[in-house]
């Protein structure tokens, strides 16, 4: 039975304390039933790790990625992003135009959310605000 040593796995894993914890993770799955890539010889789960890492029979990225993977309460899954929605609702070809007196919040007609606009030139818009009688002074 060879004796496995962190000088022997220092080489594979350039920092002691996260060799810890591959090791410690890699032995953890051994426990829990994953297949060992190393004769046992009798000897015990960390040291089969250990034994592992140094023998290059598993991968330290791999274990490293395995390790903050299990760690995770929560695993972002990207998802495609919403469509943009327009700034301005456009009236369904068609439609009734619901704009003009009479119509409007309060106006007893269509709700505010199914409210749709339509898209006008600013000649149309100038001939609408020319139409439009100003509001009564009652000062």
């Given at each position: 039975m060879a004796r496995v040593?962190?000088?022997d796995c220092i080489d594979k894993v350039d920092n002691r304390f996260e060799l810890v914890l591959l090791a410690s993770h890699r032995s953890r799955m051994i426990s829990n039933g994953a297949p060992i890539t190393v004769d046992r010889d009798n000897d015990k789960n960390p040291v089969v790790a250990l034994r592992?890492?140094?023998d290059e029979t598993v991968s330290p990225d791999d274990l490293n990625e395995e390790l903050i993977h299990s760690l995770q309460k929560f695993v972002e899954v990207d998802e495609p992003?919403?469509?943009a929605v327009p700034m301005v609702a456009v009236q369904a070809p068609?439609?009734?135009s619901d704009v003009g007196?009479?119509?409007g919040p309060g106006a007893?007609?269509?709700e505010d959310d199914a409210i749709q606009f339509d898209r006008m030139s600013e000649e149309e818009l100038l001939k609408g605000l020319?139409?439009?009688t100003p509001p009564d002074d009652r000062d």
């Open positions: 040593t962190v000088e592992e890492i140094a992003e919403p469509d068609g439609a009734a007196p009479g119509s007893g007609g269509v020319e139409g439009l």
